[in-house]
């Protein structure tokens, strides 16, 4: 191309377009603003409420929440007893070797931070098939120690009576003596009491194996120590978790239930 047309002047061109200059372009550069990101996560939560949709990050987190346990959704909720669960194997020893040895008084300082409700239902459930499977050994051995041509049936409804009595007894009185507690001004928590008294039962899964014997007298021997035993870890403790509350009537009547209990076993699984 000849160099005597590039100084033409091209501004007055019909479809040109005029150069922009070095200052609109560092104005423009500095004007413009990129938009803030807005990051979301993907699936969108859905959580069926009006006005949900992609959640923000950073935003306030819409997952699951654990209901306390003190509130009436938090009752209904698995995951708000998943901490009364959360013990070892050492935990639980110590505390059946405590349950053993009532004249020390201490079983609520041990679960004061702790307590726990495995103790209770794994020992009351086993409470229950123990009775009942050696309610009839003891039976058996008790009809052919006397008569050797007696006949003898299993009694199946060893396993109901047991499941009634043992559950009931493991629930219900400690939740009536919590709520006696409370009336009275003293300060109790439902949760420790079901864990002494489920702990309390387990020297009763000891004695089942020893009521065996088919010596009446030796039954009631053992029958009213291991319940003197099981009535003073109940009672001593009560009394050294209470102190400074004028609790004695409660701790009578907790020393003669537990051995009303076991006097009840004596009588229907071992007669």
């Known amino acids: 191309m000849d160099e005597s047309y590039s100084g033409l002047p091209t501004s007055h ?26 990051m979301q996560i ?14 923000t990050v950073g935003g ?6 654990e209901q306390p346990a003190n509130n009436w959704r938090g009752v209904f909720n698995v995951a708000s007893y998943t901490q009364y669960f959360n013990v070892d194997t050492d935990i639980v020893l110590n505390r059946l070797l405590s349950s053993l040895f009532p004249h020390t008084g201490d079983f609520f300082s041990k679960i004061d931070a702790n307590p726990d ?6 020992i009351s459930t086993t409470l229950v098939f123990v009775l009942a499977a050696l309610g009839n050994c003891a039976t058996y051995l008790m009809d052919k ?31 009536a003596f919590h709520f006696l507690l409370q009336y009275m001004g003293a300060n109790s928590s439902l ?15 000891l004695a089942s194996f020893v009521l065996l014997v088919p010596v009446e007298a030796l039954r009631w021997i053992i029958i009213v120590l291991v319940g003197a035993a099981s009535a003073s870890f109940v009672a001593l403790n009560l009394r050294s978790h209470m102190e400074g509350s004028d609790v004695t009537i ?8 537990q051995l009303a209990l076991a006097i009840f076993f004596k009588v229907y699984f071992f007669p």
């Open 191 to 205: 949760i420790q009491l079901w864990c002494m008294w489920g702990y309390s039962l387990f020297i009763f899964v």
């Open 60 to 65: 306030p987190s819409e997952t699951f929440e």
């Open 145 to 175: 120690h006397t008569d050797t041509t007696t006949a003898w049936g299993f009694n199946i409804s060893y396993m109901s009576l047991a499941a009634c009595s043992v559950y009931g007894y493991a629930i219900l009185v400690p939740l």
């Open 13 to 38: 061109l019909l479809g040109s377009v005029p150069a922009v200059v070095s200052e609109d372009k560092e104005k423009s550069t500095a004007s413009y603003e990129a938009p803030e990101a807005n």
């Open 250 to 257: 409660v701790v009578i009547a907790a020393f003669l239930l």
């Open 117 to 122: 409700l495995y103790g209770l239902i794994w």
């Open 42 to 55: 993907f699936p969108p939560n859905n959580g069926g409420g009006k006005g949900r949709g992609y959640q």
